[in-house]
């Protein structure tokens, strides 16, 4: 198959040879017995029609469009006109293939009724007596120059206020203005967003978040909680609540900046776990830790610890903070993100404030 250090050569012909070349890798429970390139039906042009072998003794024919790429909000229009293409030829079956299938394309192509293929290795054929699925989530291929995940560090600012306001309509510069990040990132992301089917635009150009589950969904899949920086200490205040409140007290004393997040937050805003044995917030940086650890008499702990303070990766954490009996939390949306990482019930506790406050 192709390396990333000659992937750029890869279009038109040059593809259709190589997903060709590839299939009896990409399709190895199936016997290829024929493959005939740029054949016409009616007034289309098929890229590939390949004869195949099912296990079971039975004859199919794959008609496969190829593409260099294919974002999912062009998609669908390509898929229509190939099943319509194909819509008489009794065993046909309509496929894609392309150098690499993400996974909202993928969920497009299910929902069509259309097979996939890549030469990452991605496949999805059901039919008849067949149904073939291998999933590769890492794109072997990347694009230089474009962002490799809407979920870095100033990306996911623009989907981090998506979230946190899924009924809000916004011009790109409202939200530029509104995460701190330029303009020109910003128009960079939504495309993308755009091109993602993550969002739309109204009448009036306004962005609208349209799959706000599915963008959780896909940020959570690639957030980790170990990204940030963690520091533990014991307290001698062992009653969380009391803890909690005394956090909040200090910094509002001192105006330091802080965002109380996982069980202690939730328990605030949407409980269910009980026994709570541990109050985490994040801080602004390393610095402010030693001022922390001094305003509240903490002990370093390598066990029994029932404090944890979070530097950071990006400090979009703090975005839309809410404030419960004047405590500060982190939102909903980083809230949910955080605990879901957390495996002492975390992922529990997660799905049940995303049922009572996020509602997707």
Do not use: H
């Not at 669908?76 to 819509?87: D, F, M, S, Y």
């Not at 992301?189 to 799959?211: D, F, M, N, P």
Request: proline share 5%; charged share 25%.
């Amino acid at each position: 198959m192709a390396n990333i250090m000659d992937i750029s050569r890869l279009i038109g012909a040059n593809l259709e040879a190589e997903i060709a070349k590839a299939l009896p890798n990409l399709l190895p429970s199936l016997k290829l017995t024929q493959i005939l390139k740029e054949q016409r039906i009616g007034s289309a042009i098929i890229d590939i029609i390949a004869e195949v072998l099912t296990p079971l003794g039975k004859r199919r024919k794959l008609y496969i469009e190829v593409k260099s790429i294919a974002a999912p909000s062009r998609i669908r229009e390509a898929l229509r006109q190939l099943k319509a293409a194909i819509k008489d030829q009794g065993n046909g079956y309509p496929v894609f293939a392309l150098i690499f299938i993400g996974p909202r394309t993928r969920e497009i192509f299910k929902e069509e009724g259309v097979g996939y293929i890549d030469l990452a290795g991605n496949c999805f054929l059901q039919f008849e007596d067949i149904y073939i699925e291998k999933i590769v989530d890492k794109n072997p291929f990347p694009s230089r120059g474009r962002p490799p995940s809407f979920f870095t560090p100033i990306s996911s600012r623009i989907v981090r206020a998506l979230l946190v306001e899924p009924d809000r309509q916004w011009k790109v510069s409202e939200l530029a203005q509104a995460i701190q990040v330029s303009l020109g990132q910003t128009s960079n992301v939504t495309r993308r967003l755009l091109g993602e089917e993550y969002v739309a635009r109204s009448q009036k150009g306004r962005l609208r978040l349209i799959q706000p589950g599915k963008l959780l969904d896909a940020w959570q899949e690639q957030y980790s909680l170990s990204k940030n920086t963690q520091m533990i200490y014991y307290s001698f205040e062992r009653n969380t609540e009391q803890l909690t409140a005394r956090v909040a007290s200090t910094a509002l004393e001192r105006q330091w900046r802080y965002a109380i997040t996982s069980f202690a937050a939730a328990s605030l805003i949407a409980p269910f776990v009980r026994g709570i044995g541990m109050v985490t917030w994040y801080v602004d940086d390393t610095a402010s830790i030693e001022q922390w650890v001094k305003a509240l008499d903490l002990r370093p702990a390598e066990s029994g610890a029932n404090i944890m303070i979070l530097v950071p990766y990006d400090k979009g954490v703090f975005y839309q903070t809410q404030t419960v009996n004047g405590i500060v939390l982190v939102s909903s949306v980083q809230l949910y993100l955080d605990l879901f990482n957390d495996p002492a019930r975390g992922r529990e506790q997660a799905e049940f404030l995303r049922k009572e406050k996020l509602g997707f």
